[in-house]
Antibody, heavy 118, light 107 residues
Framework: EVQLVESGGGLVQPGGSLRLSCAAS????????MNWVRQAPGKGLEWVSS????????HYADSVKGRFTISRDNTKNSVYLQMNNLRAEDTAVYYC???????????WGQGTLVTVSS | EMVMTQSPATLSVSPGERATLSCRAS??????LAWYQQKPGQAPRLLIY???TRATGVPARFSGSGSGTEFTLTISSLQSEDFAVYYC??????????FGGGTKVEI
Protein backbone atom coordinates (compact mmCIF):
# COMPACT_ATOMS: atom_id res chain seq x y z
CA GLU A 1 0.00 0.00 0.00
CA VAL A 2 1.33 3.40 -0.99
CA GLN A 3 1.69 5.76 1.95
CA LEU A 4 2.87 9.35 2.11
CA VAL A 5 3.24 10.90 5.54
CA GLU A 6 4.05 14.58 5.90
CA SER A 7 5.53 16.17 9.00
CA GLY A 8 7.22 19.36 10.08
CA GLY A 9 4.39 21.84 9.92
CA GLY A 10 3.64 24.31 12.68
CA LEU A 11 3.45 27.96 13.69
CA VAL A 12 6.29 30.20 12.54
CA GLN A 13 6.80 33.95 12.55
CA PRO A 14 7.06 35.92 9.31
CA GLY A 15 10.60 35.70 7.98
CA GLY A 16 11.15 32.38 9.69
CA SER A 17 11.93 28.94 8.31
CA LEU A 18 10.47 25.46 8.39
CA ARG A 19 11.45 22.15 6.84
CA LEU A 20 8.68 19.81 5.77
CA SER A 21 9.29 16.11 5.32
CA CYS A 22 7.36 13.47 3.44
CA ALA A 23 8.09 9.84 4.21
CA ALA A 24 7.10 7.46 1.44
CA SER A 25 6.47 3.73 1.56
CA UNK A 26 4.81 0.97 -0.42
CA UNK A 27 6.42 1.69 -3.78
CA UNK A 28 9.77 2.03 -5.49
CA UNK A 29 10.58 5.59 -4.46
CA UNK A 30 13.44 6.03 -6.91
CA UNK A 31 11.08 5.60 -9.87
CA UNK A 32 8.80 8.54 -9.28
CA UNK A 33 8.67 12.29 -9.43
CA MET A 34 7.46 13.82 -6.17
CA ASN A 35 5.53 17.02 -5.65
CA TRP A 36 4.38 19.51 -3.06
CA VAL A 37 0.93 21.11 -3.34
CA ARG A 38 -0.54 23.58 -0.89
CA GLN A 39 -3.99 24.81 0.01
CA ALA A 40 -4.55 28.05 1.85
CA PRO A 41 -7.52 28.10 4.25
CA GLY A 42 -10.76 28.09 2.26
CA LYS A 43 -8.91 28.28 -1.06
CA GLY A 44 -8.07 25.97 -3.94
CA LEU A 45 -5.06 23.81 -4.69
CA GLU A 46 -1.76 25.41 -5.67
CA TRP A 47 1.17 23.43 -7.08
CA VAL A 48 4.34 24.44 -5.22
CA SER A 49 7.29 22.35 -6.37
CA SER A 50 8.35 19.13 -8.10
CA UNK A 51 11.48 17.00 -8.14
CA UNK A 52 12.20 14.24 -10.62
CA UNK A 53 13.18 10.75 -9.57
CA UNK A 54 16.94 11.34 -9.61
CA UNK A 55 16.67 14.71 -7.87
CA UNK A 56 18.64 16.41 -10.62
CA UNK A 57 15.74 18.51 -11.91
CA UNK A 58 13.49 20.62 -9.75
CA HIS A 59 10.80 23.18 -10.45
CA TYR A 60 9.07 25.82 -8.37
CA ALA A 61 6.01 28.01 -8.55
CA ASP A 62 6.88 31.66 -9.06
CA SER A 63 5.32 32.43 -5.67
CA VAL A 64 7.99 30.42 -3.83
CA LYS A 65 10.98 30.59 -6.16
CA GLY A 66 14.11 31.73 -4.33
CA ARG A 67 12.60 31.00 -0.91
CA PHE A 68 11.72 27.29 -1.01
CA THR A 69 14.01 24.36 -1.82
CA ILE A 70 12.82 20.87 -2.65
CA SER A 71 15.10 17.89 -2.18
CA ARG A 72 14.90 14.14 -1.79
CA ASP A 73 16.88 11.40 -0.13
CA ASN A 74 16.38 8.22 -2.09
CA THR A 75 18.14 6.21 0.64
CA LYS A 76 15.48 7.30 3.13
CA ASN A 77 12.50 7.30 0.74
CA SER A 78 11.81 10.88 1.69
CA VAL A 79 11.21 14.23 0.04
CA TYR A 80 11.69 17.56 1.76
CA LEU A 81 10.62 21.16 1.39
CA GLN A 82 12.85 23.74 3.01
CA MET A 83 10.88 26.94 3.39
CA ASN A 84 12.74 30.16 4.18
CA ASN A 85 11.66 33.77 4.54
CA LEU A 86 8.10 32.67 5.17
CA ARG A 87 5.24 35.08 4.60
CA ALA A 88 1.66 35.20 5.87
CA GLU A 89 0.48 34.14 2.42
CA ASP A 90 2.42 30.87 2.77
CA THR A 91 -0.07 29.78 5.43
CA ALA A 92 -1.62 26.59 4.09
CA VAL A 93 -1.93 22.86 4.36
CA TYR A 94 1.01 21.38 2.47
CA TYR A 95 0.47 18.06 0.72
CA CYS A 96 3.05 15.67 -0.63
CA UNK A 97 1.90 13.93 -3.82
CA UNK A 98 3.28 11.19 -6.06
CA UNK A 99 2.75 11.19 -9.77
CA UNK A 100 1.55 8.03 -11.50
CA UNK A 101 4.02 7.76 -14.34
CA UNK A 102 2.21 10.13 -16.68
CA UNK A 103 1.96 13.23 -14.56
CA UNK A 104 -1.33 13.00 -12.68
CA UNK A 105 -1.02 12.85 -8.90
CA UNK A 106 -2.16 9.35 -7.99
CA UNK A 107 -1.30 9.44 -4.31
CA TRP A 108 -1.50 12.17 -1.69
CA GLY A 109 -0.44 12.47 1.92
CA GLN A 110 -2.79 13.72 4.62
CA GLY A 111 -1.14 17.14 4.68
CA THR A 112 0.66 19.23 7.28
CA LEU A 113 -0.46 22.69 8.34
CA VAL A 114 1.93 25.62 8.16
CA THR A 115 0.82 28.83 9.85
CA VAL A 116 2.86 31.98 9.39
CA SER A 117 1.87 34.56 11.95
CA SER A 118 3.35 36.84 14.58
CA GLU B 1 1.15 31.40 -18.65
CA MET B 2 -1.28 28.52 -18.71
CA VAL B 3 -4.62 29.15 -17.02
CA MET B 4 -7.19 26.49 -16.11
CA THR B 5 -10.74 27.81 -15.74
CA GLN B 6 -13.47 25.75 -14.12
CA SER B 7 -17.17 26.43 -14.32
CA PRO B 8 -19.46 26.84 -12.61
CA ALA B 9 -17.87 27.79 -9.31
CA THR B 10 -20.79 26.20 -7.48
CA LEU B 11 -23.24 23.63 -8.79
CA SER B 12 -26.43 22.92 -6.87
CA VAL B 13 -27.77 19.46 -7.63
CA SER B 14 -30.24 17.06 -6.07
CA PRO B 15 -29.28 13.46 -5.26
CA GLY B 16 -29.89 11.22 -8.25
CA GLU B 17 -29.47 14.05 -10.74
CA ARG B 18 -26.72 14.40 -13.31
CA ALA B 19 -23.89 16.88 -12.77
CA THR B 20 -21.73 18.31 -15.52
CA LEU B 21 -18.55 20.18 -14.61
CA SER B 22 -16.38 22.06 -17.12
CA CYS B 23 -12.68 22.81 -17.30
CA ARG B 24 -11.09 24.99 -19.95
CA ALA B 25 -7.36 25.36 -20.63
CA SER B 26 -5.93 28.57 -22.07
CA UNK B 27 -3.83 26.48 -24.46
CA UNK B 28 -3.95 22.89 -25.58
CA UNK B 29 -3.03 20.26 -22.99
CA UNK B 30 -3.81 17.35 -25.33
CA UNK B 31 -5.36 14.67 -23.09
CA UNK B 32 -3.04 15.37 -20.16
CA LEU B 33 -5.75 16.38 -17.77
CA ALA B 34 -6.78 15.00 -14.39
CA TRP B 35 -9.82 15.46 -12.15
CA TYR B 36 -9.65 15.31 -8.36
CA GLN B 37 -12.33 15.17 -5.68
CA GLN B 38 -11.79 16.81 -2.30
CA LYS B 39 -14.04 16.53 0.72
CA PRO B 40 -13.74 18.82 3.75
CA GLY B 41 -10.73 18.03 5.89
CA GLN B 42 -9.42 15.44 3.45
CA ALA B 43 -6.65 15.29 0.88
CA PRO B 44 -7.62 15.39 -2.78
CA ARG B 45 -8.37 12.06 -4.44
CA LEU B 46 -7.60 11.30 -8.08
CA LEU B 47 -10.75 10.46 -10.04
CA ILE B 48 -9.79 10.74 -13.71
CA TYR B 49 -6.49 10.92 -15.59
CA UNK B 50 -5.68 11.11 -19.25
CA UNK B 51 -8.91 13.14 -19.54
CA UNK B 52 -11.11 10.03 -19.53
CA THR B 53 -9.52 7.12 -17.61
CA ARG B 54 -11.01 6.38 -14.21
CA ALA B 55 -8.52 5.79 -11.42
CA THR B 56 -8.67 2.52 -9.53
CA GLY B 57 -11.76 2.18 -7.40
CA VAL B 58 -13.61 5.17 -8.87
CA PRO B 59 -17.28 4.35 -9.52
CA ALA B 60 -18.49 4.16 -13.10
CA ARG B 61 -20.90 7.06 -12.54
CA PHE B 62 -17.87 9.34 -12.91
CA SER B 63 -16.76 9.95 -16.48
CA GLY B 64 -14.40 12.37 -18.14
CA SER B 65 -14.26 13.61 -21.69
CA GLY B 66 -12.57 16.17 -23.89
CA SER B 67 -9.17 16.97 -25.32
CA GLY B 68 -7.19 20.03 -26.27
CA THR B 69 -8.71 22.89 -24.31
CA GLU B 70 -12.22 21.77 -23.34
CA PHE B 71 -12.93 19.07 -20.77
CA THR B 72 -15.95 17.78 -18.90
CA LEU B 73 -16.44 15.70 -15.77
CA THR B 74 -19.86 14.09 -15.59
CA ILE B 75 -21.41 12.45 -12.55
CA SER B 76 -24.32 10.50 -13.95
CA SER B 77 -26.42 10.13 -10.79
CA LEU B 78 -25.22 12.02 -7.76
CA GLN B 79 -24.89 10.11 -4.53
CA SER B 80 -24.67 11.73 -1.11
CA GLU B 81 -20.95 10.98 -0.93
CA ASP B 82 -20.30 12.90 -4.17
CA PHE B 83 -20.96 16.31 -2.68
CA ALA B 84 -17.49 17.78 -2.64
CA VAL B 85 -15.15 20.15 -4.48
CA TYR B 86 -13.74 19.02 -7.81
CA TYR B 87 -10.51 20.28 -9.35
CA CYS B 88 -9.03 19.81 -12.79
CA UNK B 89 -5.27 19.83 -13.36
CA UNK B 90 -3.17 19.91 -16.50
CA UNK B 91 0.11 18.05 -16.67
CA UNK B 92 0.96 18.57 -20.33
CA UNK B 93 2.88 21.85 -20.17
CA UNK B 94 5.16 21.39 -17.16
CA UNK B 95 6.00 23.21 -15.04
CA UNK B 96 3.72 24.16 -13.51
CA UNK B 97 1.08 21.50 -13.01
CA UNK B 98 -1.66 24.08 -12.76
CA PHE B 99 -4.95 23.37 -11.04
CA GLY B 100 -8.27 24.95 -11.88
CA GLY B 101 -10.06 27.00 -9.26
CA GLY B 102 -12.48 24.22 -8.40
CA THR B 103 -16.20 23.53 -8.63
CA LYS B 104 -18.16 22.94 -5.45
CA VAL B 105 -20.99 20.46 -5.92
CA GLU B 106 -23.61 21.09 -3.24
CA ILE B 107 -27.06 19.85 -2.44
Amino acid sequence: EVQLVESGGGLVQPGGSLRLSCAASGFKFTSYEMNWVRQAPGKGLEWVSSIISTGYTVHYADSVKGRFTISRDNTKNSVYLQMNNLRAEDTAVYYCAREGGGGAYFYWGQGTLVTVSS
Amino acid sequence: EMVMTQSPATLSVSPGERATLSCRASQSVSSNLAWYQQKPGQAPRLLIYGASTRATGVPARFSGSGSGTEFTLTISSLQSEDFAVYYCQQYNNWPPHIFGGGTKVEI
